[in-house]
């Protein structure tokens, strides 16, 4: 369809949150020419440093040909289903959503053709909750809010619609059963550790992987199915590391705040920078969470005005007293969480102001002689105009005596 709209030699590309798709469309290179995922692309983004949110497309740039309508609904749990009834399709059949591996595994497990005596249709999805919770999708936001959002973007008719399909790509799926291996204790227990789970109570058996349980994505670990940058939990850890190793190498003084500018975290030198009491506070309590910046800092108007505004804020030089900061302030989550780099520059900055200082002054004294110096030309050159004139004037052929001449 893609390639009837916009000519026979685009590429298309598949992107969504689920990595099966990247198994479909090597199935099918006459229909894709590749597949890649949500985080892939969010990846490319970073790498490429190009942000989205900035990109204007105009009319020539829009990717979709026409409205999905209720085609918007496939991502959520109960979507396909919903399509189908929109469509009109069949009254007698039987709707129902099965959600996760265990719970495919449970309703057809052991099935037999023959026992399928009613017109069913499944909706089977190996993620429960439907792709928005694919294992490439963006984690973090409620269940609910996602829901939400996909429901309000579907363009659902009032009336049932019979759409005929474009093209068709129509497929039957054999069954062709997964050379089953087991694994030992110990080694189910090893490819764990990959990703950080040392015991059985890291195993948070949450399924953000798209495997039921911990146990199950060290098996497919081991069978080379999935890798250990699929395990939101260890995903989420290592990003902590990664953070704490820079907050507490960084030489320059870090403070996150939340919105009510309690502090989220800080690294030794915020305390460091600011009081020898607060620095011991901090080696006491291991940190200072919670602590109210607006008893530690002067200058929390900043932070309220980045925290509102959403935009970063520079300030090279702000004086505190006696002290010069160079200070950044940036928001992490819009209204919500502030980060703060401080560093203390009075060292490097107060000479600085004093150069500039007496450079002003010499300027000053500079300015003040020439003007001087012009003023005395000014009279100079007037006085030598006006000798100059009298004697042009004296010297002038009316003024002049004739001495054959008698006068006149
Ligand atoms: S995402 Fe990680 S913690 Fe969650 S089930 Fe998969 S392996 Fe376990």
Redesign the pocket.
Same mark, same amino acid.
């Given at each position: 369809m893609l390639r009837q709209h916009y000519g026979p030699d685009i590429a298309v590309v598949f992107i969504g949150p689920c990595g099966a798709k990247k198994n479909e469309g090597d199935r099918h290179p006459e229909l894709l020419d590749a597949v890649i995922t949500f985080t892939d692309l969010q990846a490319w983004c970073a790498e490429a440093r190009i942000d989205p949110a900035t990109l204007i497309a105009g009319a020539e740039d829009r990717f979709v040909p026409e409205n999905a309508q209720e085609g918007a609904l496939y991502p959520i749990e109960g979507g396909m289903i919903d399509t189908l009834r929109i469509q009109g399709g069949g009254e007698r059949i039987h709707y129902s959503t099965v959600g996760g591996l265990r719970g495919i595994e449970h309703v057809l497990g052991g099935l037999q053709p023959e026992n399928v005596t009613l017109p069913i249709f499944l909706e089977l999805l190996a993620c429960r909750g439907g792709c928005i919770n694919g294992p490439c999708a963006t984690p973090g936001q409620s269940g609910l809010k996602q829901w939400q959002e996909v429901i309000s973007r579907a363009d659902v008719p009032a009336e049932p619609v019979l759409r005929q399909p474009l093209s068709n790509i129509d497929e039957n799926i054999c069954d062709l059963p997964l050379p089953a291996r087991t694994y030992g204790e110990q080694e189910i227990r090893q490819a764990l550790r990959l990703?950080g789970k040392e015991s059985r109570d890291d195993? &948070?058996?949450? *399924? *953000? =992987?798209g495997?039921e349980?911990?146990g199950d #994505?060290a098996t497919a670990i081991l069978s080379g199915h999935a890798e250990s940058s699929? =395990? &939101?939990? #260890?995903l989420r850890v290592q990003a902590q590391k990664k953070a704490n190793a820079l907050l507490h190498c960084i030489p320059s003084a870090i403070v996150l705040a939340d919105h009510s500018l309690k502090v989220l975290d800080c690294n030794r030198n915020f305390a460091k920078l600011l009081d020898p009491e607060l620095l011991e506070a901090y080696d006491i309590c291991q940190g200072l969470s919670g602590a109210s910046l607006m008893r530690i800092l002067p200058f929390t108007d900043l932070f309220k005005e980045v925290l509102s505004s959403d935009c970063s804020l520079h300030r090279e030089a702000l004086h505190v007293g006696e002290r010069i900061f160079d200070l950044t302030i940036f928001p992490i989550e819009a209204g919500q969480v502030v980060g703060g780099v401080i560093s203390d520059v009075t060292d490097s900055e107060l000479p600085r102001e004093m150069i500039a200082q007496r450079g002003q002054e010499v300027i000053r004294k500079n300015l003040k002689t020439v003007q001087e110096v012009a003023c005395l030309l000014g009279e100079n050159m007037a006085e030598t105009e006006i000798l100059l004139r009298s004697l042009v004037e004296g010297f002038a052929p009316a003024n002049r005596v004739n001495p054959h001449s008698g006068p006149q």
């Open positions: 990703v195993e &948070l058996n949450c *399924g *953000g =992987c495997y349980t911990c #994505f699929m =395990c &939101l939990s #260890f």
